[in-house]
């Protein structure tokens, strides 16, 4: 999935960034893992579903509303930080494979596929590479996913001396399929993390 191939997605992207980054404050980066079919696959913004890019960024789009579970955490939140406009203002969030790729109409993870993952890593290397221009700060680096996404991230960076430390945090995904009763601990633990 390329959402920036999409001329409608494309031009919700030329909406969005320049309303939360036309500044020049340094930000922190944030990765995910790579843009799911219900949300940075249609959108263009990582963990943004079309609901949530109304609701809360206030940008109206005509897109299918059908909600995505990381992009549901993720804006809860950035509620909970200050909203978007603050939180905007601090981090910057990416992902490892700015692609997104499906298998037999489901998600498919860049580290599910073997053969997959060593064929991004030189362009999810180089789309690493020409975001650091983005005045970010690269004392930290953040990662979402504790597992795989985490180990391939530090691979990496050790590699390539990207960030001086990258911080785990449990995925989205993650925390409201198997641990939403818990949701306002891992809300707690995201915010701590971050601040």
Avoid: W
């Amino acid at each position: 999935m390329n959402p920036y191939q999409d001329k409608k997605s494309f031009e919700i992207t030329r909406i969005f960034y320049p309303n939360y980054y036309s500044d020049t404050f340094a930000r922190k980066m944030i990765f995910g893992i790579n843009p799911g079919r219900f949300g940075g696959g249609i959108t263009g913004i990582p963990f943004t579903d079309p609901v949530n890019l109304e609701k809360y960024c206030g940008i109206k789009n005509d897109f299918q509303k059908k909600p995505e579970l990381s992009s549901t955490f993720i804006y809860q939140m950035i509620e909970a930080f200050g909203g978007p406009e603050k939180f905007y203002s601090s981090f910057y969030i990416s992902a490892l494979s700015p692609l997104g790729f499906v298998k037999e109409d489901k998600n498919l993870n860049y580290y599910d596929i073997p053969k997959l993952q060593s064929a991004v890593e030189p362009f999810m290397i180089s789309c690493i590479e020409k975001q650091l221009v983005f005045n970010i700060n690269r004392d930290q680096a953040f990662c979402l996913g504790e597992g795989v996404n985490y180990k391939y991230l530090v691979k990496l960076n050790q590699q390539h001396h990207f960030f001086s430390e990258i911080i785990p945090l449990p995925h989205p995904r993650f925390i409201l399929q198997y641990k939403r009763k818990q949701l306002n601990e891992y809300i707690g633990r995201y915010l701590s993390s971050l601040q």
